[in-house]
């Protein structure tokens, strides 16, 4: 890793041009799995991997990297990640605003509250533990499933188990991540009223 950031140091100092596809080469299919585990739609995760880079070139932003150009552009993803998460909420709840578009300025406001980005943390970081304690032939059949869009069928030939299997393991996972949802969502609902 250290010797990337080195060659990527001296591209960016000689040819920013070449240090700039040298990154999108070595990380896009990284980035994209990262970002997918937010947005959970392989189309959307390339586009903001897309965006990221684009923003890097244009805005001359690989001139103000100080640290690891890999932790930034992950930390980029990730951040972009979230936004279009808010934008998401944003939209929902300007879609189901029964007052129409003036109320859409604090709707929009609303929903930017650092909190919710402490708590889009969280929620990201439990699902990755609950993900993480499922058994490994259930976790592997998920993750192929939902991050890599594979259908059932490949994930079976892959694994060597039948497709019964496989639908079981994706059944199995989606219960407890569920379950773990219900969960986070009655804590947040007894914090709210202040119950607990």
């Not at 080469?25 to 990284?30: A, G, N």
């Not at 919710?116 to 499922?134: C, G, M, P, S």
């Not at 393991?169 to 949802?181: E, V």
């Amino acid at each position: 890793m250290l010797d990337d950031e080195v060659l990527v140091g001296q591209l960016m100092k000689t040819d920013p041009e070449q240090g700039c596809s040298w990154l999108f080469r070595r990380y896009y299919t990284l980035l994209c799995n990262h970002a997918l585990r937010y947005v959970y739609s392989r189309e959307v995760a390339e586009d903001i991997v897309g965006e990221v880079f684009c923003t890097l070139w244009t805005n001359r932003l690989y001139e103000s990297i100080t640290t690891s150009y890999r932790a930034y552009l992950f930390v980029a993803v990730r951040n972009k990640s979230l936004n279009y998460l808010r934008w998401e909420l944003d939209r929902s709840a300007v879609g189901n605003d029964a007052f129409g578009e003036a109320d859409t300025a604090v709707v929009a406001t609303d929903l930017h509250t650092p909190a919710e980005v402490v708590q889009f943390d969280e929620l990201y970081q439990k699902i990755n533990e609950t993900i993480a304690e499922l058994p490994p032939q259930c976790r592997r059949s998920f993750l192929l499933s939902r991050f890599e869009q594979k259908p059932y069928r490949d994930i079976a030939q892959e694994m060597g188990i039948s497709v019964k299997a496989v639908e079981a393991n994706i059944s199995r996972a989606l219960a407890a991540l569920r379950k773990m949802l219900r969960t986070e969502f009655v804590v947040a609902l007894l914090l709210a009223t202040d119950l607990i």
